[in-house]
């Protein structure tokens, strides 16, 4: 009977330890996405499903692959002009075809910051 008991304990630690770290990287997401450093996504973009200058951001990470995303927010133009299927399906949701100009944080992210913001992206999941 021990033995279950330890065994159940050291699953439900490991549960929330990986829980706080996932939420951690989530509010480190949410700093950088409100930022200027971040390319202040929140002046074109709101966090429920309505749009402002840019689509609504509520469920993104339904609509779109991690890969996408991963792309589209190293190189917003550049994903724009592919010809990739969630691109093109975007083009015709949002009835745009031109470039985005973005405001997007000049430079590349690190790879950190790009995980934490995808991070804090699929907690405006519903």
Known sequence: MRKVFVSTQSVLVVFFLSFSFA????????????????GDCKSCHRVDGSKLVGPGLADVTKRHTNEWLKAFLSDPQATWKSEHPET??????????R?????????PMTSEQLQDLLDYLATLDK
Do not use: H, Y
Not at 88 to 97: D, Y
């Open 88 to 97: 093109l399906e975007l083009k015709t949701r949002v009835r745009k075809t």
């Open 99 to 107: 470039v985005p100009i973005t405001t997007c944080k000049k430079g």
């Open 23 to 38: 939420w951690a990287d989530a509010k480190r997401g949410e700093e950088f996405f409100n930022s200027m450093q971040g």
